[in-house]
């Protein structure tokens, strides 16, 4: 399982890869604007990068660019409707790793996709610490007292962002929009839902009020630091 950033405006295109990469077993964020996607990318690490070249807000191209000088090596797949070898030139020579021209058939996305895991990775772990936790966003695992435990794709997303933010606090809309990214099922309650099983797999019996993750009445969550 891979976790992957797809930017892309166009709705249709962007729910056939959701869907196509979830079922591959690959947890997929999505952002339709620019300049979001590139807050993403200074927010979260991901394994795969799918980047379409014509945005609103701030084009592919640029945003690549962007994260390429600021020292990300993610792997970047570019999507355009060109076919012409120029703007492939100019992809592959700002730091794209693959490139595919729309329409496409979401099986090649996959293989290629395939194909850029089995690549050594450059990326540094950058594991994540607070308190008795360690997170390693690149493994996907998540360590408690010192033992493994076994979160899903959605909680574990949660918190990998409240450990990137320890002790700030973020409202529930706020954690919606950037960990569930406005989807079907951002509802309060799965937010509820998913820091309940946190608590379950972090605290070890510990009473509520000493969770790792705090509840701010009426104003929010914040991960104790």
Request: hydrophobic share 40%; proline share 4%; charged share 30%.
């Amino acid at each position: 399982m891979a976790k992957i950033l797809l930017v892309e405006d166009d709705q249709d295109l962007a729910r056939m890869v959701i869907e196509g990469l979830t079922a591959e077993h690959h947890s997929v964020v999505h952002m339709g604007d620019g300049l979001d996607g590139l807050d993403m990318l200074k927010r979260s690490v991901y394994d795969v990068v799918i980047l379409d070249w014509h945005l609103p807000g701030m084009e592919g191209i640029e945003i690549l660019r962007k994260y390429r000088q600021s020292g990300g090596n993610t792997a970047v797949i570019m999507l355009t409707g060109r076919s012409g070898i120029s703007e492939k030139e100019q992809g592959f020579s700002v730091g794209a790793d693959d490139y595919l021209t729309k329409p496409f058939d979401i099986r090649e996305l996959a293989v290629r996709i395939r194909a850029l895991l089995r690549r050594p990775s450059t990326t540094a772990s950058n594991t994540l610490k607070a308190r008795n936790i360690e997170l390693d966003p690149i493994k996907h695992t998540v360590v408690s007292n010192g033992k493994q435990i076994h979160i899903s794709p959605r909680d574990f997303s949660l918190l990998e962002f409240l450990m990137r933010h320890p002790g700030e606090v973020f409202s529930v809309d706020a954690l919606l929009s950037r960990v569930w990214n406005y989807d079907e099922d951002a509802t309060p309650e799965a937010l509820r839902s998913a820091v309940r099983r946190l608590r379950i797999a972090l605290d070890e019996g510990k009473d509520p009020d000493h969770s790792c993750i705090e509840n701010i009445v009426r104003v929010g969550y914040r991960l104790r630091d």
